[in-house]
């Protein structure tokens, strides 16, 4: 029974990750076909799939290993019950010879009964370990900020950044992904954070929102330390275009203003300065138009305007551009960044930028490198230095 625990542990632990990359797949299927990589994912999904049938097909067979001993013990049984009534015929009467036959014979089935639910109760306290393992990860910090010393109805009015010192790794035992940052960034300021593939960049993002905690260090927004906040207070402050957009089932209104604060005049506002208007209007339903599952019934250009139009909305003073266009074409590029440029101009702007044309006229210039910042200036003064990361990035890139 422990060995059948520990392979009924197996199956679920391999049961997982078919089901997950089952549901990936489905999802980026029309990427799948579009390289032609359909046979690449059938091989992985079999491989997953032959992996959690060897644990199934194992526990399967140790059941029946289990029934064919309980079978062979209460034929035993039996067996021993007619010797014995043969051997001692003339100390029992035929009605307790019968007897004892009879409930010998309903041995078999009620031991397998007893032993094949208890079988059971072992393999399903194996959801109770995946459950206790859930309960017991560690959890976000608080939704709410518990000091009352703070003031964030106006917060954050200017919209400064400050990093001191600031370390980060993703897990315990892992290697330190943001090495000492150190970097003041004024109100206002438009800061583009370039580099190649992980540098680190979208650490930054992650370090702003507290996705991933510190190791080591401080952020500071208009002065205030962010892990003093609760989390939701902090989020709810600052706003991000990611590079996969996020986009609700239901209505287009739900996903423009999720928490119903503005008035219909206020999302065609925003729908207009997002370049929008044209395709709402082409709707039959309008801002009541139902958005399906993950976006599938808008293009990508046009999941990434409306993520623009709710941070139009929101409208905090801090936006963070996560790569934001590096999934659009040059065209629905050249709109958002002509919106961010216009409506954001009073905002401290951070774009990590995977095209580096859109953060030339920036006022400073971040790189990135194995996690720590070692160029900082304006893109001019960067580009005029044939041996700097940002010449050798943007000469790789054809700006020059």
């Not at 402050?237 to 119903?260: A, C, M, W, Y």
């Not at 990508?300 to 934001?324: F, N, S």
């Amino acid at each position: 029974m422990a060995t059948s625990r520990q392979v009924r542990r197996l199956q679920a632990i391999s049961l997982s990750p078919v089901i997950s990359f089952l549901g990936e797949t489905v999802q980026g299927s029309s990427t799948i076909r579009a390289f032609g990589s359909q046979y690449d994912f059938i091989e992985r999904q079999n491989g997953q799939v032959d992996t959690n049938c060897q644990a199934f097909y194992t526990s399967n067979m140790l059941n029946r290993w289990l029934a064919v001993r309980l079978q062979f013990l209460g034929n035993t049984v039996v067996f021993i019950a007619a010797l014995l009534s043969v051997i001692q015929r003339k100390n029992f009467s035929p009605a307790i010879v019968g007897l004892t036959l009879s409930y010998a014979l309903s041995v078999t089935e009620n031991l397998a009964t007893c032993v094949t639910m208890w079988t059971m109760i072992e393999n399903q306290m194996v959801s109770v370990e995946r459950i206790h393992e859930y309960s017991h990860l560690t959890p976000e910090a608080s939704w709410k900020t518990e000091s009352t010393r703070f003031d964030l109805k106006s917060w954050p009015s200017k919209g400064s950044i400050t990093f001191r010192n600031y370390k980060m790794r993703y897990r315990e035992g892992m290697e330190l992904v943001l090495q000492g940052i150190n970097v003041d960034i004024p109100p206002g300021q438009k800061v583009g954070v370039v580099g190649r593939t992980g540098a680190g960049k979208s650490s930054i993002a992650l370090a702003l929102f507290r996705i991933v905690e510190p190791t080591e260090g401080s952020i500071l927004i208009d002065g205030i330390d962010i892990s003093d906040l609760g989390l939701h207070d902090l989020r709810s402050k600052i706003t991000i275009i990611p590079q996969d957009p996020v986009v609700f089932s239901g209505k287009l209104r739900l996903n423009l203003d999720p928490l119903e604060e503005h008035s219909d005049e206020d999302l065609w506002r925003a729908i207009e300065q997002s370049h929008l208007k044209n395709f709402v209007l082409s709707l039959e339903a309008g801002l009541d138009y139902q958005v399906s599952e993950g976006g599938g019934n808008m293009s990508v250009g046009q999941r990434q305007q409306l993520c623009l139009a709710r941070a139009l909305l929101k409208k905090t003073k801090i936006l963070v551009l996560d790569e934001a266009t590096a999934a659009v074409d040059l065209e629905t590029d050249k709109l958002i960044q002509n919106t961010i440029r216009k409506e954001f101009w009073d905002c401290t702007v951070i774009t990590i930028a995977h095209r580096l044309y859109t953060v030339l006229d920036y006022d400073r210039i971040l790189v990135m490198e194995k996690g720590r910042i070692v160029e900082d200036g304006k893109p001019d003064d960067l580009l005029e230095n044939p041996e700097s990361f940002f010449y050798q990035l943007a000469s790789s890139a054809g700006l020059l």
